[in-house]
């Protein structure tokens, strides 16, 4: 059993593994309908259990055709219905039953804290699926997606974000050390990442530049990441945050600095940083990188119930 927490600490030669198997995988079910198991059913009889502290649409649903179509089934708890929290049981205790009843445990939360701290005392394994300081079962999935889109290998092409500071970005930036990518961070000046994960970031030889100009962040890139100005329950002067922003929406001006055939990506939900343009033009992949989380959530949850081949 494994959890899946947070990129960082996960071994470069098993994410590669949770990519190669996600593309067999897709591969094989060109002429499946959604709702039909893989060959084998490898996780026949298995429930996972999800939880969201915060609100989600692809995750949750990604995560219930991942789990069905490997033959197991889900349960979503409402976090403010549980005895946890509210009625004063112990995490430890909601822990004990949550591995009584389920295989895995799926959880969206807003403490990082918690999450591990569920590690500690879960013996069926935890998957992190977004906390305030990564989203790491995304930014695997939009690997896959820039591997299959561009048909190299994520270490031969520029990457680029342009926008906040925020867990999505966290998680691209170990992607980029266990990958071993080139990243451009183009971000208003205060707004940078973290010392700690700049740190991190540094200690592991990531290949990162951080530009205070879009423009400069744009040049050359093979790929433009973007995500919300405004993360779920971000706790910030939201009219002053946007207002920082303006010069780092893309759009077709900035575009216009980059390759001719650069992909854009958005993890949705969106807002302002991207033009209605971009979003829905030529260049934008975001549908085909919702999609693919199904793919490679289901080799995730092989990969933590030991079962990858
Ligand atoms: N990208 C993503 O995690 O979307 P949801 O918040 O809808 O799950
Ligand atoms: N950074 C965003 C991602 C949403 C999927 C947030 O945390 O709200």
């Known amino acids: 059993m494994k959890h899946f927490i947070t990129l960082k600490d996960i071994p470069a030669s098993d994410l590669r593994k949770i990519i190669t198997d996600a593309k067999k995988r897709k591969q094989k079910r060109k002429n499946y309908n959604t709702l039909d198991e893989d060959k084998g059913s490898p996780l026949k009889g298995k429930l996972l ?23 197991g089934g889900t349960i979503t708890l409402r976090a403010n219905e549980l005895h946890l929290g509210k009625g004063g049981e112990s995490l430890a205790d909601t822990a004990k039953i949550l ?41 695997l999935s939009d690997i896959f997606t820039v591997e299959e889109i561009k048909k190299k290998p994520i270490s031969k092409l520029n990457i680029c974000w342009v926008g906040d ?54 040049k050359n890139a093979d790929v433009i990441f973007s995500d919300k100005v405004i993360s779920l329950n971000d706790k910030v002067n939201k009219t002053k945050k946007i207002r920082d922003f303006k010069n780092f929406q893309i759009n077709s001006k900035l575009m216009s600095f980059a390759k001719k055939n650069t992909t854009f990506l958005h993890c949705l939900p969106r807002g302002t940083e991207v033009s209605n343009e971009v979003f829905l033009g030529k260049n934008s992949e975001v549908w085909l990188q919702a999609l693919n989380r199904v793919h490679v959530q289901k080799s995730i949850l092989l990969y933590c119930f030991g079962k990858l081949r």
């Open 99 to 139: 591995s009584t009843y389920g295989d895995g445990f799926m959880l969206r939360t807003d403490s990082d804290e918690k999450i591990e701290e569920f590690s500690k005392y879960l013996t069926i394994p935890v998957i992190n699926g977004l906390s305030p300081s990564s989203h790491p079962t995304q930014v």
């Open 49 to 71: 259990i999800q939880m969201f502290e915060k609100a989600s649409s692809r995750t949750r649903l990604s995560f219930y055709l991942a789990i069905k179509q490997l033959g």
């Open 165 to 218: 500071s925020n867990n999505v970005l966290n998680s691209l930036i170990a992607a980029s050390v266990k990958f071993s990518f080139k990243l451009n961070i183009g971000c208003p000046k205060n707004y940078e990442p973290k010392k700690f994960v700049l740190d991190w970031a540094k200690n592991n030889k990531a290949k990162i530049n951080i530009y205070n100009d879009a423009k400069k962040a744009v």
